[in-house]
Structure formats: structure tokens, C-alpha cells
């Protein structure tokens, strides 16, 4: 595993100076590990040994030794233990391993699918090449849109930018940036891979923070997403017994529309999402079903129709509706449970739940819910008699495919299978595993 000593020794000084000062904080501890260190504590904690490592690498013993001691350093943790017989990983090297490890298999299948030169070969030779600072301007330049935004972003010129950009086009041996009126501009192929390697970045600052978690210090955090309804609902039922399990769980909630919340998912800006499952994921995206939830039509108590032995699509259309925003499966439910009949008024799309249960309330129109929903409404709202519902959706937890959750993570999915497993309240229809 040959390492470009130039490149990586100036990016080491220009990390440092970056992160001076902000070392306490794990997203900036991890931007402060070079790529340089991390291959070599790769090579080291997979041969157990320094010598074969500084091999391995073509880097002298006191180099890798001097590298592999900020390491640890920067961590404040020791991640290898020195015998004679080899250097060892330690509890919080195995933790970090399984990262380090994560993070280059990943980038080196974000090559392979931005097609480099010589397939998976070539796709391990330019990651060993690539250094963090080119990766890091990548993923500025596109999340801030422009070279000037992101060149004051990340405190450098242009000019040091433009540079960046020109290494990593000459390792990659394509081009990912195209000239525009509007300037400089990265190509959609580039956009992807930038998508992949900042969620493969990820890895280090998890790795971090799971030591932190294991010896007892730090706060834990968790980014959840919640899609409207069911999502909001589930996560709710949840919340007091998971803090109360993890009372320095630092839990941050987002709420969006199920299009814009899978992009933030697959972007890494949250970490798992809760709420009705897509039909048709993406190939980068997984779902786990926790229980089938069929959709139920629902008005307020007293309803004229929740009084009548057998409601038919006529009786149904003959009410205004509620129905979901464009899009969303609750309104695909409803364009399907009319398609070939006359719709019924449908002059208001929300996914605000408040908004629906103060509307229902206060008057003759009807909404469609899951079983899953309708059992924590209370009293005040009630459901239509009528046929079953298809198609029939199932709410659970949707992630990245490839995603590694820390032991937080799991903890928290787990407490989310087994609150759905013990409900006793029908029509819940539970799924195994």
C-alpha cells in the first residue's frame, strides 16, 4: 500500500493548523486524522505488525511509529498494543479498525462506480493517492455550489482550491468539474461520488465516538429522521423510554416529506428514517418492516358514516376529503381507491397532523390513516366501515444499505421492533423479524 509522503505531510500541516483549537469536538477530531495515518494504522492493525506494516507502506519503522502515535493522540485513545511478538489491536483499536477499514473499502467502491482506470485495481491504487484535502474540497464545492463560497468555507484561496480540484481530476484520470457562464461547476458523475465519499468520512467520526461511548464519555448522537403520520407517531411512543435508557443521548428529530427526507438520508445528513416504507427504494437504500399497518378511512366520532353497516365508494365520494401531499403513498392510496369512479372534493393536501385532527373534528370530511395511527388518536376520531384497503403498507425503518449503526443505533432500533412487537392493540398485523 504505497503512500504519497508529499502530499500527505502537507496535508498533516494544513490539518493541523485547520483544527487547532477545536480538537474536543469528534467531527473535528476526525477531520484532523490524515488519510496518510489512517492507511497505516489499516496495514499495522491488520498485519499486527509494525515492521510489516512500514513495508507494506514504504515508510521507515520510527515514521510509522511517530504517525501512529499522534493517531492516538488525537483519538485519546490507545488503539495498539506493543509486544514482541507484534503490535495488537486494542478494544478501541478493533472499534476504529472496523472503521478505518469501512471508510477506504467504500471509497474504493465510489472509484469503481465513477468507473477509473482498471476497475477494482485501479480503483485501489488512486485511493491510496488521493489525500483528504482534495476530498474535502470536493464535497465543499458541492454543498456550497460555487469555488468562491467554498474556498471562503474552507478558509483558502481560489487559487489553493482550483488546485485541489486539478490533483484529484489527475489521480481520478477524468474530468468531474466543466466550465460554465456561471463558473466552474462539478458534473452530476461528480456530485455522486462526492455523495459517497462524504458518507464514507462518516466512518471515522462514528469510530470516534463509539470509543468515547465505551469508556463512558461524551454524549451520544443520534439524527432520526420522522416522516409524517406514522413516523411521528412511533418515534413519539418511543422517546421516554430510550432517554430514560440513554439519558446523555443528544437526539436530534427531523421532519420532512418522504422524497426530500430520503435525499437527506442518502446524503448522510440523518441516519435512519422512521415512518411508512417506500414501495420501491433505491439500490443504496434498505428497508426493515416492523408491522403491516393497513390504511383506514377515518372521520370524526358520530360521523354519519361510521353509523351505517356497510359504506360503498358512492357514500364516500359524496364527502370532501383530506388527502395527502403529491406524492406521498396515503395520496397514491386514495388516486387508487377511485381510479375507474367519481372522485370525491379533495381541496385540501397536508401532512400536518394537527391540522387534519382539527379538521376532521369540526366537520363531515374524511382522511385516510393507518391502523398503526388511528389507535393513538384517542376518542375523537373513528373509523369508516368499509373494505379492505390495497395497496397495504407497512411502517418501519429505513437506511443507508451499507450502514453500520453504532451500538446507540442499534439499541434504539431494537427498542423500536420490540415496542411494535409487544402492541396488542389491533388491527396491527405484526411481520416476523
Not at 506494516?53 to 520510527?62: D, I, K, M, T, W
Not at 503490535?87 to 465510489?110: C, N, P, W
Not at 476530498?135 to 460555487?146: A, F, K, T
Not at 377511485?338 to 382522511?367: C, Q, Y
Given at each position: 500500500?504505497?503512500?504519497?509522503?508529499?502530499?500527505?505531510?502537507?496535508?498533516?500541516?494544513?490539518?493541523?493548523?485547520?483544527?487547532?483549537?477545536?480538537?474536543?469536538?469528534?467531527?473535528?477530531?476526525?477531520?484532523?486524522?490524515?488519510?496518510?495515518?489512517?492507511?497505516?494504522?489499516?496495514?499495522?492493525?491488520?498485519?499486527?505488525?509494525?515492521?510489516?506494516?512500514?513495508?507494506?507502506?514504504?515508510?521507515?519503522?520510527?515514521?510509522?511509529?511517530?504517525?501512529?502515535?499522534?493517531?492516538?493522540?488525537?483519538?485519546?485513545?490507545?488503539?495498539?498494543?506493543?509486544?514482541?511478538?507484534?503490535?495488537?489491536?486494542?478494544?478501541?483499536?478493533?472499534?476504529?479498525?472496523?472503521?478505518?477499514?469501512?471508510?477506504?473499502?467504500?471509497?474504493?467502491?465510489?472509484?469503481?462506480?465513477?468507473?477509473?482506470?482498471?476497475?477494482?485495481?485501479?480503483?485501489?491504487?488512486?485511493?491510496?493517492?488521493?489525500?483528504?484535502?482534495?476530498?474535502?474540497?470536493?464535497?465543499?464545492?458541492?454543498?456550497?455550489?460555487?469555488?468562491?463560497?467554498?474556498?471562503?468555507?474552507?478558509?483558502?484561496?481560489?487559487?489553493?482550491?482550483?488546485?485541489?480540484?486539478?490533483?484529484?481530476?489527475?489521480?481520478l484520470r477524468q474530468s468531474i468539474y466543466y466550465r460554465t457562464a456561471a463558473g466552474v461547476m462539478v458534473t452530476p458523475a461528480g456530485i455522486e461520488f462526492g455523495r459517497k465519499l462524504k458518507l464514507a468520512l462518516q466512518e471515522i467520526a462514528w469510530g470516534i465516538h463509539e470509543i468515547e461511548v465505551a469508556r463512558g464519555a461524551g454524549e451520544s448522537?443520534?439524527?432520526?429522521?420522522?416522516?409524517?403520520?406514522?413516523?411521528?407517531?412511533?418515534?413519539?411512543?418511543?422517546?421516554?423510554?430510550?432517554?430514560?435508557?440513554?439519558?446523555?443521548?443528544?437526539?436530534?428529530?427531523?421532519?420532512?416529506?418522504?422524497?426530500?427526507?430520503?435525499?437527506?438520508?442518502?446524503?448522510?445528513?440523518?441516519?435512519?428514517?422512521?415512518?411508512?416504507?417506500?414501495?420501491?427504494?433505491?439500490?443504496?437504500?434498505?428497508?426493515?418492516?416492523?408491522?403491516?399497518?393497513?390504511?383506514?378511512?377515518?372521520?370524526?366520532?358520530?360521523?354519519?358514516?361510521?353509523?351505517?353497516?356497510?359504506?360503498?365508494?358512492?357514500?364516500?365520494?359524496?364527502?370532501?376529503?383530506?388527502?395527502?401531499?403529491?406524492?406521498?403513498?396515503?395520496?397514491?392510496?386514495?388516486?387508487?381507491?377511485?381510479?375507474?369512479?367519481?372522485?370525491?372534493?379533495?381541496?385540501?393536501?397536508?401532512?400536518?397532523?394537527?391540522?387534519?385532527?382539527?379538521?376532521?373534528?369540526?366537520?363531515?370530511?374524511?382522511?385516510?390513516?393507518?391502523?398503526?395511527?388511528?389507535?393513538?388518536?384517542?376518542?375523537?376520531?373513528?373509523?369508516?366501515?368499509?373494505?379492505?384497503?390495497?395497496?397495504?403498507?407497512?411502517?418501519?425503518?429505513?437506511?443507508?444499505?451499507?450502514?453500520?449503526?453504532?451500538?446507540?443505533?442499534?439499541?434504539?432500533?431494537?427498542?423500536?421492533?420490540?415496542?411494535?412487537?409487544?402492541?396488542?392493540?389491533?388491527?396491527?398485523?405484526?411481520?416476523?423479524?
Open positions: 500500500m504505497p503512500i504519497e509522503q508529499d502530499q500527505d505531510r502537507h496535508e498533516d500541516i494544513s490539518h493541523d493548523q485547520a483544527d487547532q483549537g477545536q480538537a474536543h469536538h469528534e467531527q473535528d477530531r476526525a477531520s484532523s486524522i490524515s488519510f496518510r495515518q489512517l492507511k497505516l494504522f489499516e496495514s499495522v492493525g491488520r498485519l499486527n505488525s509494525v515492521r510489516r506494516g512500514s513495508e507494506e507502506c514504504n515508510l521507515s519503522q520510527p515514521a510509522v511509529t511517530q504517525a501512529l502515535a499522534k493517531l492516538e493522540q488525537q483519538l485519546g485513545a490507545c488503539v495498539l498494543e506493543r509486544r514482541a511478538s507484534g503490535s495488537y489491536l486494542t478494544d478501541a483499536g478493533r472499534i476504529m479498525h472496523k472503521r478505518v477499514t469501512r471508510l477506504f473499502d467504500q471509497m474504493e467502491q465510489a472509484l469503481v462506480d465513477l468507473n477509473v482506470p482498471g476497475g477494482a485495481s485501479g480503483a485501489h491504487a488512486i485511493a491510496n493517492r488521493i489525500s483528504r484535502s482534495q476530498v474535502r474540497s470536493l464535497i465543499s464545492i458541492i454543498e456550497c455550489g460555487s469555488f468562491a463560497l467554498a474556498a471562503r468555507e474552507l478558509g483558502l484561496t481560489q487559487a489553493s482550491l482550483q488546485r485541489a480540484a486539478r490533483d484529484l481530476e489527475s489521480n448522537k443520534l439524527v432520526i429522521g420522522a416522516l409524517p403520520f406514522g413516523g411521528s407517531v412511533l418515534l413519539a411512543s418511543v422517546l421516554e423510554e430510550f432517554l430514560a435508557r440513554h439519558p446523555a443521548a443528544d437526539l436530534r428529530i427531523i421532519n420532512e416529506g418522504a422524497s426530500e427526507m430520503m435525499k437527506r438520508l442518502r446524503a448522510g445528513d440523518v441516519d435512519l428514517v422512521i415512518g411508512l416504507l417506500q414501495e420501491a427504494p433505491e439500490a443504496d437504500i434498505t428497508n426493515q418492516i416492523l408491522a403491516e399497518t393497513p390504511y383506514t378511512i377515518v372521520a370524526r366520532r358520530g360521523h354519519p358514516l361510521t353509523r351505517k353497516g356497510q359504506v360503498t365508494l358512492e357514500d364516500l365520494a359524496r364527502y370532501d376529503w383530506i388527502v395527502g401531499s403529491e406524492g406521498s403513498s396515503r395520496r397514491a392510496c386514495f388516486e387508487s381507491l377511485f381510479a375507474g369512479s367519481a372522485k370525491p372534493h379533495a381541496p385540501i393536501a397536508t401532512s400536518a397532523m394537527a391540522v387534519i385532527r382539527h379538521l376532521l373534528s369540526g366537520s363531515d370530511r374524511l382522511t385516510l390513516m393507518t391502523s398503526y395511527e388511528l389507535i393513538h388518536e384517542g376518542s375523537a376520531l373513528a373509523p369508516v366501515p368499509f373494505d379492505d384497503i390495497l395497496p397495504l403498507p407497512a411502517i418501519g425503518i429505513t437506511q443507508r444499505a451499507n450502514w453500520l449503526p453504532t451500538r446507540l443505533h442499534q439499541d434504539f432500533i431494537d427498542l423500536l421492533r420490540a415496542h411494535v412487537t409487544a402492541s396488542t392493540v389491533l388491527p396491527l398485523r405484526q411481520l416476523a423479524g
